[in-house]
């Protein structure tokens, strides 16, 4: 979870400022969280209260309006609504939150089940539900020690992503895509190309697109892979978290044994 967040604020002043290499500040005094953390967090309170997933997300969109979060169009509507309707979304934000649910449950049958519960809220349009399920069960297999062969086996198989490309290749043309289908994939090889934590993130911000959603998901499976977040990137992501979204990040990583 922590990843994740940590990618989210990496990425955070690249997202509408592309760049196409690893060779960054990590970190600028603009650096910060966005909607990627926000309902990231919101996801971890959901489980940690066993409360309902709908009125957790529309809690933390009332609690952090634009512009502390920067949420999508439909979002954002159904989020200040009566309404509690899915609205068959395929975009990535079914994907940025769902970090939580693969380090917090037992069993990848169980991680599956619950990452699309946490999705089909909003996100009911079967690339949706996939992009959640996805990223959540390579967060539960690289925590479980499968090696990223492993991984990226399952990966492909299980959902039909195609994981063979290099970032290399990706680079030079990948634009602006929200979409799951457009971006979890590129945000997975940027792990499997990864040779630690910060190295993933780097990879992930420098493809471009939206690189803070990207380096989030990324960030994400290379905290479960790696073990932990680097001591120097936990404490800017402490430094920059308010209390309450630091409280809950907090004590979701005590409960779970999250390093």
Known sequence: ??????????????????????????????????????????????????????????????????????????????????????????????????????????????????????AEVTHNHPEGIKGAQATAAAIFLARTGNSKDAIKSYLQNTFGYNLERTLAEIRPYYGFDVSCQGSVPEAMIAFLESTDYEDAVRNAVSIGGDSDTIACITGGIAHAFYGKVPDAIAQEVFARLDEPLSKVTTDFMSKYSVA
């Open 1 to 118: 979870m922590l990843g994740a967040i940590a990618g989210d604020m990496i990425g955070s002043i690249y997202e509408f400022d592309n760049i196409k290499t690893k060779d960054f500040p990590l970190f600028s005094p603009s650096s910060g969280f966005t909607d990627d953390s926000i309902l990231t967090v919101a996801v971890a309170q959901t489980l940690l209260t066993n409360t309902d997933y709908v009125e957790r997300l529309k809690e933390y969109a009332h609690r952090y309006p634009y512009p502390l979060g920067g949420y999508g169009e439909r979002f954002s509507v159904w989020a200040v609504s009566e309404h509690t309707e899915p609205y068959n979304s395929w975009g990535n934000g079914s994907a940025m939150r769902v970090s939580p649910v693969g380090f917090a449950l037992s069993d990848l049958e169980t991680v599956l089940a619950e990452a699309k519960r946490s």
